[in-house]
């Protein structure tokens, strides 16, 4: 099974706020990550963030990260059509990365 | 655009033979890290290379194995192919492993 846990689907209208939200395992990770992903391509990286913080902005982009109950969220603000995506997140400890089965974003005009 | 390029796009082959998979990393980036993506999962870390050595080593069996070039480009390889090793396989490439940039990815089905 996933170390990582992420709900399956996420449904938003244009405009208003999305929360993807993350679990991880693995108290020692490093790094916690979110990537993008559209139809038939790779993976986009969006944001990172170092264990030792607890939020990180970037833009419409927030993470917030709550060490203690190994919780992860990515906040989107102002979503739009073009956020339609599977999003991951991903945690680091050494050099295995270790990925969610992704949240489907879907994004209603 | 990531600048990390894959190849081929997509290939199909039969039980039982071996494939080879390209990947050419990033400028700037010394390691290169091989996913497989199964439909509807997320990725699942194969290997890692890092100056032409396996730098650490997901969940596969043998028959998945790697080489890194001197221009930091790689190579995944898997003999004897399952029909369950049908999935998008991903490379990523990085300076040292922490921010990961994907290719576009090899769609690989196997009948």
């Known amino acids: 099974g996933e170390d990582v846990e992420q709900s399956l689907f996420l449904s938003v209208r244009e405009g208003d706020s999305s929360v993807i939200n993350c679990t991880y395992t693995?108290?020692?990770?490093?790094?916690l990550y979110w990537y993008k992903q559209e139809p038939g391509a790779g993976l986009q990286l969006l944001t990172y963030?170092?264990?030792?913080?607890d939020m990180k902005q970037d833009q419409r982009l927030t993470v917030l990260l709550n060490k203690k109950d190994k919780h992860l969220s990515l906040r989107i603000a102002d979503t739009q059509t073009g956020d339609s995506a599977i999003y991951f997140c991903a945690e680091r400890e050494n050099n295995d990365m270790r990925f969610g089965a992704g949240t489907r974003l879907t994004v209603k005009p | 655009e990531t600048g990390v390029t894959q190849s081929p796009t997509h290939l199909i082959k039969t039980r039982g033979q071996q494939v080879t998979l390209r990947c050419s990393s990033q400028?700037?980036?010394?390691?290169v890290s091989w996913y497989q993506q199964a439909l509807g999962q997320g990725p699942q870390f194969i290997f890692q290379?890092?100056?032409?050595?396996?730098?650490g080593r997901g969940n596969f069996p043998p028959r998945f194995s790697g080489l890194q070039f001197p221009n930091y480009s790689s190579e995944l390889n898997v003999n004897a192919l399952e029909l369950d090793d049908s999935a998008l396989y991903l490379c990523?490439?990085?300076?040292?492993?922490?921010?990961?940039?994907f290719g576009p990815g090899t769609r690989l089905t196997v009948t």
């Open positions: 290379y890092y100056r032409e050595e396996e730098n």
């Open positions: 963030i170092f264990s030792n913080m």
């Open positions: 400028s700037g980036h010394n390691t």
């Open positions: 693995d108290s020692s990770s490093t790094y």
């Open positions: 990523a490439s990085s300076f040292q492993g922490y921010e990961q940039y």
